[in-house]
């Protein structure tokens, strides 16, 4: 449990999500919800606003959408070609995930939004790119103006030291690293053979677990992610009960998100063990997305939050079967060397 006073952090990440949230309901952009995502990295990450630190964060998503557009329209009429070089950057970022984890991730999540939705007539690919550069911006100028106006304090300052425990925590192998990188382009095959887009969330979900490149992680890690996912889709229902987003005056929106809000980011400092600090900060990001891309006055964030949560539970339990069969081949393996081992020693 945080024994020091973290009442400014948590004033800018309530903050942060809660005007950012309010913004993406009144700007019709794409990829709304990176504004509060943006503006809750900024104010976490960041003791002072930083414009290359900024940019180095944030260019591996933005860098990582526009390549895959690039990509998309040069091998449009061979799959083949774009298949070959898509299984090819999953397995490179995994690869090099050990050196930005969280880079890494948002370059797959980037590469892989635009790859898929660009197979679709009706999606404008172009527009949603430079949408994806637009809301990156609006949170990093939202994180900057809250750094401005609540300076952290000394014992708030974060420097790098989470970026060096992110780093450590990751296990490099070369045989994991493929494995991962095999079974997470077959999901993406499936994306672009069936219509299933709106289950790409699920998908961003799967793939950020993927990320740790530990079998044992990933599986361990597994259920806490359904945990999060479903009781944050299942609190921004009983929200939308409450506040419809547009339908609402702003002020009483944006305070009603703030009483939202708060309690998670108070939980995530002052929770009596990591994993509810862990798991409370992440039901905020959780949140964060059925509210950005469902909350209507139509009532949409009921079903489209719902099945969010249940495409979310599947995939991961797909995954989770998987990884469980996998460990086991691979135990088999390790007490088959044992045994023989044994008995060359007798």
């Known amino acids: 449990m945080c024994t020091k006073d973290r009442t400014g952090d948590i004033l800018r990440i309530t903050l942060g999500v809660s005007i950012g949230l309010m913004l993406s309901k009144y700007l019709t952009l794409s990829f709304n919800f990176q504004i509060p995502t943006v503006a809750m990295m900024v104010v976490l990450g960041m003791d002072k606003f930083n414009l290359k630190v900024f940019i180095k964060s944030n260019s591996w998503l933005i860098g990582a959408a526009t390549l895959g557009l690039f990509i998309t329209e040069i091998f449009r ?39 898929i939705f660009a197979t679709y007539s009706d999606k404008n690919v172009e527009s949603m790119v430079t949408d994806i550069y637009l809301v990156t911006i609006i949170g990093g100028l939202l994180g900057w103006g809250l750094l401005l106006l609540f300076p952290k304090k000394p014992h708030e300052m974060v420097g790098i030291k989470k970026v060096k425990k992110e780093r450590e925590e990751i296990h490099k192998n070369i045989g994991n690293t ?77 305070l009603g998100l703030m009483c939202l809000f708060y309690p998670l980011g108070y939980m995530g400092f002052y929770g ?24 209507t006055p139509n009532g949409d964030i009921v079903q489209q939050a719902s099945t969010r949560a249940i495409q979310i539970t599947v995939m991961v339990i797909g995954s989770m079967v998987i990884t469980n069969l996998l460990l086991k081949i691979e135990e088999g393996k390790k007490d088959g060397k044992n045994t023989s081992n044994n008995r060359k020693n007798k």
């Open 77 to 115: 009429n061979n799959h083949l070609v774009l298949s070959v070089f898509t299984f090819g950057f999953i397995f490179s970022v995994f690869f090099f995930n050990h050196k930005n984890p969280s880079g890494m991730r948002s370059a797959v999540l980037g590469y892989s939004f635009t790859t």
């Open 178 to 254: 493929l494995l991962i990188s095999i079974m997470l382009f077959l999901i993406w095959m499936s994306f672009m053979i069936f219509d299933i887009r709106g289950a790409f969330f699920a998908y961003a979900t799967l793939a950020g677990i993927y990320g740790n490149l530990s079998l044992e992680t990933i599986h361990k890690l597994s259920p806490l992610n359904i945990g999060i996912h479903v009781t944050g889709c299942t609190l921004a229902i009983i929200f939308s009960f409450f506040m419809d987003g547009r339908g609402i005056a702003p002020p009483i929106f944006l």
């Open 272 to 295: 009596n063990t990591p994993k509810k600090r862990a798991f409370s900060m992440g039901l905020i990001r959780a949140i964060i997305l059925p509210i950005a891309l469902y909350l």
